[in-house]
């Protein structure tokens, strides 16, 4: 029992605190857990580690074989992400995909997963080019010579983005003043237990009710999904001239669970035929809260992760100027003669795919991932066998930034995708989407988002750091989610159309 855990099975940890185990700064908010885990990460030299999550012992990945053997050979040994049972105390979290646990996530992943496939993408890449068309103009009635917040920007863009792919709906997003992006975590003792709290087993998780979300953000996200979903019906009822929908509405008991599911159904795949929306409203086990908090959750799941690496691309292109000029050329021969890229254009770009990469691979937004061991785990080529109930976390921050796999890891350096140096290095050390059946489900969405957004504006904007600028990107003290902060201004200059060398093909 207690620390003994770890020095039983022969496995190196570091002295834990009565109680708190390694975290106590986590606790106090003076350190983010990706902080302390990274710290450890190069301190202690194993191929795993053992920490303590307050009461609980917590097994710390480092070695790439080892992280591929569980998150992708042996998956069926580490199915859960999650260690509490949060149905009783979270049931708006515990409808999500991310939180769901063995049978009951597999199923509604399978139904979901369709919808992210390649050929519908290639759908959603005309609707996303219009938003980030939309965003271009949308600085150009600003100023030449513009500076401008890249965070907001950014986040604009990308509420647009996800609003076309999640509900099938043109939004305009730019200077709305959303309220999505009122979301903000505000630190609090309180806050940092409760959501440490989150990832435990302690028996305090009773007492402190956890919630993974808070509720001032939960109120917004279920006001913002609502108001979508009203006017999406109200649309849809315009169109077609059928008012059965609009009676709905104003219902006010109105429940999804409750009404004609087959008519509404129909109208709705009808309409556009791709979006979230209509898959979720497809299986028929959902309910209205179902959907809610689905929606909420792939707003959640996408909108911070990819507003924030697009911000930081561009942060990177604007300090090195020769990588924007390079990516400028590439850009430029892509562009056909409507002054438009299309699909297979722009998946085939190589010098734009190493900069999105290069971008995660610094700032890998999710900068820790974890898995619960479902039944006991011998690890292969060693003597640790992992109890049911451990949780094993994937490191990806240190990971990213160790100079084993990525020498200088401070620098910017997009050649490090080259195929040749991609080959020299183990595949497992770069994650930022993680892996495996539960690896991210948005992965080549979210590329496709941040290909067409750093796109549209290298090709129209040369982009440089200004005076102002003093960006700042750290582990937001609650979790494990890189975000950007500080001033984010930066000079937009409008490049005259005129001047551009490269012939347009075809
Ligand atoms: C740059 C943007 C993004 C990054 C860096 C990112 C990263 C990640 C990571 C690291 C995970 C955990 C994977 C694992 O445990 O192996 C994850 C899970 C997930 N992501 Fe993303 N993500 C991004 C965008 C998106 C988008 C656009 C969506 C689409 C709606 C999305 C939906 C999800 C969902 C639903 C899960 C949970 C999957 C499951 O448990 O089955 N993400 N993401």
Not at 75 to 86: C, E, L, W
Not at 150 to 159: A, F, N, R, S, V
Not at 322 to 331: A, D, H, T
Not at 418 to 435: D, H, Q, V, W
Request: charged share 25%; aromatic share 10%; hydrophobic share 40%.
């Amino acid at each position: 029992s207690g620390t003994n855990y770890w020095r039983d099975r022969n496995v190196v940890f570091k002295k834990p605190l009565l109680f708190f185990g390694n975290i106590i700064d986590v606790i106090l908010l003076r350190k983010s857990f990706n902080s302390v885990v990274k710290e450890l990460y190069f301190e202690l030299c194993a191929p795993y580690f053992g920490i303590w999550y307050l009461g609980d012992p917590q097994l710390v990945i480092k070695s790439p074989d080892l992280i591929k053997d569980i998150l992708v050979k042996d998956f069926d040994y580490f199915q859960n992400r999650h260690v509490s049972h949060i149905e009783d105390i979270d049931k708006f979290t515990a409808r999500m995909l991310a939180f769901m646990d063995g049978s009951r996530w597999k199923q509604k992943r399978a139904t979901v997963t369709p919808v992210f496939s390649s050929n519908k993408l290639k759908c959603c890449h005309v609707h996303i080019r219009e938003i980030a068309k939309t965003m271009i103009c949308h600085i150009n009635t600003t100023k030449l010579n513009v500076q401008m917040d890249l965070k907001k920007l950014c986040k604009e863009y990308t509420i647009g983005a996800l609003s076309v792919i999640i509900f099938g709906l043109n939004i305009s997003c730019f200077n709305t003043q959303s309220p999505i992006l009122k979301i903000n975590p505000c630190l609090s003792l309180l806050d940092s237990i409760q959501f440490t709290l989150y990832f435990s087993k302690s028996y305090l998780l009773k007492v402190f009710i956890p919630k993974y979300i808070k509720c001032s953000a939960k109120q917004i996200m279920i006001e913002f999904v609502s108001d979508i979903l009203n006017k999406k019906r109200k649309l849809l009822s315009n169109n077609i001239g059928f008012n059965v929908l609009n009676s709905l509405i104003d219902d006010e008991d109105n429940n999804l669970g409750k009404f004609p599911f087959n008519k509404k159904r129909k109208l709705l795949s009808n309409n556009i035929g791709f979006n979230v929306l209509n898959s979720l409203i497809d299986d028929e086990d959902n309910n209205l809260d179902d959907v809610i908090s689905r929606l909420s959750e792939f707003f959640i799941a996408s909108y911070h992760s990819t507003s924030s690496s697009i911000s930081l691309a561009l942060y990177e292109l604007a300090l090195n100027k020769n990588i924007q000029s390079k990516l400028r050329q590439e850009i430029n021969e892509n562009f056909d003669k409507y002054d438009d890229i299309s699909y297979n254009e722009l998946i085939f770009m190589e010098y734009l795919d190493k900069i999105i990469h290069e971008t995660l691979r610094k700032y890998p937004i999710m900068s820790i991932i974890g898995r619960t061991c479902v039944r006991s785990y011998k690890m292969p080529n060693c003597a640790l066998t992992i109890e049911e109930g451990v949780r094993v976390l994937i490191p990806l921050s240190a990971l990213h930034h160790d100079p084993k796999y990525f020498p200088e890891p401070n620098l910017f350096d997009p050649e490090r995708f080259s195929k040749e140096n991609i080959r020299e290095r183990p595949a497992y050390c770069y994650l930022p989407f993680g892996a495996g059946p539960r690896q991210c489900l948005g992965e080549k969405m979210a590329l496709l988002i941040m290909k067409l957004a750093v796109v549209y504006i290298i090709r129209n904007y040369e982009i440089d750091v200004c005076e102002d600028t003093n960006i700042k990107v750290e582990a937001s003290l609650m979790d494990f989610v890189l975000d950007v902060n500080g001033n984010t201004s930066i000079r937009f200059k409008a490049i005259d159309s005129s001047t551009r060398e490269a012939t347009p093909h075809q």
